[in-house]
């Protein structure tokens, strides 16, 4: 039984060998590349649900004011505190790779330059000018301050929240970043790019 007003803190993966703490696992580990956490009760019927994309490290996603999810610092046992955010606008487009040879994968980097987690959910990527939600990035995503997130150009967004619904052209392109109401944020245009040359 949970108490009215209680808090149940469970620790996401198996418990280490041995271990006699008062935390119990969940037995299973939460992928930061996002996914969706499901609560069921007894019989089966679902409860709560909620999914998530990119995550940062050191901080929680939590309910917050009216019930929405949010991120946070984390609490053990205790109320959500919401985290500071920065605007998205303050962005960049940092790298990217169009021509692989050897490299598994092209991909596209995202930097942010403050000193504040940034919230990326809904944030538009395109490669193509006259379309510029080609790919959005899923709720509940961040970035961590003054951090870098590789978004994987594969056109496979099937694996992952990390990973873009589109390849990049290798002779000539153009990569643009966009808000989730699709203000500019940042845009870079190339020519003929070298094989695993970023």
Known sequence: FLAPGAY?????????????GPLPHSGFALNANGETLSLYNADGTL???????????????????????TLCTPTFGAANAPAAR??????????????????????????NPTNLPTDISGTALTDAPGAPDRHRLPALSFIAPYGFTCLLADGNTAAGANHLGFNLAADTGSIALSTDSLELIDAISYGTQRPDVS
């Open 86 to 111: 920065a605007d998205a606008r303050g962005l960049k487009i940092n790298e990217w790779l169009a021509a692989t040879y050897t490299a598994p994968d092209d991909f596209v980097e995202l930097y």
């Open 8 to 20: 149940l803190t469970l620790v996401a993966g198996l418990p280490p060998t041995g271990y006699t």
């Open 47 to 69: 409860i709560d649900q909620v999914t998530f994309g990119l995550q940062i490290q050191d901080t929680s996603i939590g309910r917050a004011g009216a019930g929405l999810w």
